[in-house]
RNA sequence: ACCCUCGUAGCUCAAUGGAUAGAGCAACGGCCUUCUAAGCCGUAGGUUGGGCGUUCGAAUCGCCCCGAGGGUGCCA
């Protein structure tokens, strides 16, 4: 944990919070840097000093127009890979406090889920991970909406399909209703089948969303709502704090006094409440149950984050924090040629589909390979090719192939002998890699960007293989379990971070 | 019309205001008598859509223009 420690120590230095560490150019000496000092105008040769009391600090100089350079001591080596060895499987938790809810994928129990939900849950879930890995409580929440008009609708087209009628012009089709209505023929229909219907889908939603390795602590349907009168007490709540006005017979909720661009309707001139109104009270409720709270949603819904916010704002939560991680949709292809992705015909490609063809490896991997800005290409051909062309074998092989010397020394990782830990400089790269783990998972969570994990495990997989190339392990005599100890910490880092992505990690391929 | 996200190598994309903008794929050329060649090494590829500004320093921040996608309901 050398690099939290330099950061730590680089924060006390200059008074900074949110100090970076990098690395330098390659062409440069030094193996970590920062600009702490030009930042917050302390004299750089100050912090070189500082640092290099430090017993993982070999030198501190200044470059450039005022980085610090640091090269780290062999000692620093010794002992991070000694901890990394000693336990790979803790390697990078943390001790964070507090509990996390996250909110994800969501989805109206109305048809199956498809690709871009599945982007949703990959998200969200491996965050959950990581938050977990620091520390965190972390609860996985899903947010059902089976009440309303397109439950109605779902409800009309069941019934529809089992009396052999062509649905309502707005209604759902497609193979998934008649498998829906098959399941519900002959059953009791006081109160429609929408409800039936509901918790069927739901059931299927949260089948695949187990196969893509995603389970939820909670689920909380919008029914509840209205069952515990608690979207009229949250409308009163708001009424009582004057934060609301009657207006062509709706009651208005003044959200643009909390940063919305105008104010929104809680409850319509015709006496229904809005859908609005209650994911209020969902918020509400659910803001008792965690500290912080992540709720993942597609870009889509983008426009409707500043009234949640708003009404977060106005109900006093604004000391929990509130996190909207929005995702850019999924483009999905086929060898380049873009599938359609029709909703209400049922053409499209679920996710269920994709799994299939390609594997929930393929796809964690895939999804979670880009910036959640920016849109994401998931061409098919190329997530299920099995050839190096395909990035999750890359990482993967690694394992499996560090697995394979393990087994030729007939060896264990958890038998090897930490006194023996004595890294040289042919070790220092590899080393290097696996001691920025802590410091990125940290960054993944605090910027809540997972993706970057993916690449910094391929970097790791790079760095592996190239030594592995380079360096024989077996047979190399008192270098041996030195060189173990480190394929050990490979093993364990490369496997911790791919569970983190949820992506197994094989022992042989 | 307004708001949001995006525009980076032939393609898909990284880069929490930092140093000579990086990977993978595709292309080309090398490396298996040795722990898995699903690997490694090398070559080539760029006016970061365009312009103006902010500053020691801009792909990143601000303004304008161009282009792509999304959003703007007393729908859910």
């Known amino acids: 944990m050398y690099e939290l420690k330099i950061r730590d120590a680089v924060a006390e230095v200059t008074g900074l919070d949110d100090v970076k560490i990098g690395f330098p150019p390659p062409s440069m000496r030094g193996d970590l840097s920062t600009n702490a000092a030009m930042v917050s105008s302390t004299d750089p040769g100050r912090l070189c000093a500082a640092l290099e009391k430090l017993e993982e600090v070999e030198s501190a100089e200044t470059a450039g127009p005022g980085f610090v350079n640091i090269t780290l001591s062999p ?7 000694k901890l990394i060895a000693a336990d790979p499987g803790k390697y990078g938790a943390g001790d964070r406090r507090g509990s996390i809810l996250v909110e994800m994928v969501s989805s109206n129990p109305t048809g199956p889920l498809h690709i871009g939900h599945g982007r949703g849950g990959a998200i969200g879930d491996s965050l959950a991970r990581m938050c977990a890995k620091l520390g965190y409580r972390v609860l996985r929440e899903y947010y059902v909406n089976d009440t309303g008009r397109q439950m109605n609708l779902l409800g009309e087209s069941i019934r529809c399909a089992l009396e052999g009628r062509t649905p309502p012009a707005d209604g759902y089709r497609g193979e998934y209703i008649k498998s829906v209505a098959d399941e519900l023929r002959g059953s009791s229909v006081d109160s429609g089948y929408s409800s039936r219907a509901g918790e069927l889908i739901l059931g299927w939603h949260l089948d695949v969303l187990k196969s893509f390795r995603i389970t939820y602590d909670s689920v909380f349907r919008e029914s509840r709502l209205a069952e515990e009168a608690l979207v009229k007490k949250t409308v009163e709540s708001l009424r009582a704090g004057n934060l609301t006005y009657e207006k062509e017979g709706a009651l208005w909720f003044r959200s643009s006094r909390f940063g919305d661009t105008q104010d929104r309707v809680l409850r319509k001139s015709s006496g229904d409440l809005t859908y609005f109104a209650s994911d209020c009270a969902y918020h509400l409720d659910k803001s ?10 597609g870009a889509d819904h983008h426009g409707y984050t500043p009234r949640i916010k708003a009404f977060w704002e106005a109900s006093g939560l604004g000391e929990k924090e509130l996190d909207i991680l929005l995702y850019q949709l999924v483009d999905l292809k086929r060898e380049g040629e873009k599938v359609s992705m029709s909703t209400r015909q049922g053409e499209f490609v679920t996710l269920q589909e994709v799994l299939d063809e390609v594997g929930a490896d393929a796809a964690r991997f895939f999804m979670l390979m880009r910036s959640s800005d920016a849109p994401l290409e998931f ?11 395909n990035p999750v074998y890359y ?12 087994a030729k020394a007939s060896r264990s990782p958890g038998e090897l002998d930490l006194k023996e830990c004595d890294p040289g400089p ?13 410091y990125l998972l940290e960054k993944c969570v605090d910027l809540k960007a ?3 994990m993916t690449e910094y495990l391929r970097d790791v997989a790079t760095a592996f293989h190239k030594y592995y190339d380079t360096v024989r392990v077996i047979g190399s005599g008192s270098r041996q379990e030195t060189r173990l100890l480190l394929l ?10 791919l569970e983190l992505l949820g992506v197994s990690a094989p022992e042989r391929m």
């Open 395 to 406: 990482v993967q092989y690694s394992h499996a192939r560090i697995c394979s010397v393990f």
């Open 426 to 438: 042919e070790e220092y790269p590899l080393i290097k890699a696996l001691g920025h783990f802590p």
């Open 379 to 389: 061409d098919l051909e190329l997530a299920r090719r099995q050839n190096s062309s």
């Open 488 to 497: 050990s910490g490979v093993k364990g880092v490369i496997s911790s971070g």
């Open 288 to 297: 008792r149950r965690a500290e912080r709270f992540i709720n993942v949603w």
């Open 450 to 452: 997972p993706h970057f």
């Open 75 to 81: 000692g620093a080596y010794a002992e991070e890979l």
